[in-house]
């Protein structure tokens, strides 16, 4: 059986071992946990506590530090390219396997400069439009946009992301066409939602909760292929009327390429503290947000498949036309 990048790379990670060791990690230099978005954004908000966490249990310093811009290719270049000693990592996600759909000459190749090293949220996304919009259902929603054709934009939080790719599937599932509005991380695209200068946005459960509990969005579905704990009143976009876009996002650490073995073993046991501590597991509740799922065990074959899965949704739709 042929070896995808990722499992040949941890096949072979103690070859390329730095001279850091498994007992010297965190030690006393500070980790930087670099966010590939806005501060707010969904990403940031679960990254922060879970710093924490680890910072608290491991007595070292994790440092989250936002570089946000295309896509998350800003951010998961610089990780690419830094040393793989364990104190440059990446904040990453399903939307760093469909960035090279959108941007096929980035400067790093996500299947062999990043070293996937644990997951640590699975999070439901949530069709969300302002709170003074007159559409209460995602079949007013759909009514409008064909009423108007080509007037509706969405917002997301930037080209290649996976609520862009979403909403083109949206838009090809109901047969609408809208207009892509891209900034640079969600929680901008968030606020311009608000002020009701884009009409739609996809967004993760955590980025919007705090403004959809304030009364400021409203949620008209789901993308899960169950209703969220966090909004049980909310359909899914199946129960709405929208077959076959059942998609969440998930969220995961990632390393330079070469990370030693041991090191890499490390990072994932104090991430599994971490996401097994009381604070954690009681934030990840009130966002929606689980560490169970199909890359809970083996992360680096699951995002070696999310990458070649994403590849191929990537081709039926778009992203170049707006």
């Known amino acids: 059986m042929r070896m995808t990048p990722w499992v040949a790379a941890v096949a072979v990670a103690c070859a390329a071992a730095a001279p850091v060791q498994a007992a010297d990690w965190p030690g006393e230099r500070p980790v930087r946990l670099v966010v590939p978005a806005a501060a707010g954004g969904s990403l940031d908000t679960l990254a922060r506590p879970l710093a924490q966490a680890m910072s608290d249990i491991s007595g070292g310093t994790f440092i989250v530090e936002n570089r946000g811009g295309a896509g998350g290719a800003i951010g998961a270049d610089n990780v690419a390219k830094s040393k793989p000693d364990g104190y440059s990592l990446l904040m990453g996600g ?41 559409e209460k259902t995602v079949q007013e929603l759909v009514e409008r946009a064909k009423a108007e054709p080509g ?72 993308t899960s292929a169950e209703r969220s704990a966090a909004l049980p009143d909310v359909p899914t976009l199946a129960e709405a009327g929208v077959p076959d876009l059942a998609v969440t996002t998930w969220y995961g650490i990632f390393g330079p390429a070469g ?32 560490t169970s799922g199909e890359g809970s065990g083996d992360f680096p074959g699951f995002a070696s498949a999310e990458l070649q899965r994403w590849a191929q949704i990537g081709g039926s739709v778009d992203l170049g036309k707006d």
């Open 94 to 134: 399903v939307h760093h396997m469909i960035l090279p759909v959108a941007y096929p000459e980035m400067p790093y190749d996500t299947g062999k400069d990043l070293l996937p090293v644990s997951l640590f949220a699975t999070v439901p996304n949530v069709l969300l439009v302002p709170a003074k919009a007159s």
């Open 151 to 222: 007037s509706l934009n969405y917002g997301t939080g930037g080209k290649g992301t996976l609520h862009h790719l979403t909403t083109e599937r949206f838009d090809s599932i109901v047969g609408i066409d809208t207009q892509a509005v891209h900034y640079r991380g969600s929680a901008p695209a968030i606020a311009d939602l608000m002020g009701g200068q884009i009409d739609f946005m996809f967004e993760t459960m955590p980025s919007a909760l705090g403004q959809i509990k304030a009364g400021t969005l409203r949620p008209l579905a789901v």
């Open 259 to 290: 990370l030693p073995d041991e090191v890499t073993q490390a990072m994932r046991d104090l991430v599994n503290k971490a996401l097994a501590s009381d604070q954690v597991q009681r934030l990840w509740k009130d966002y929606g947000a689980t």
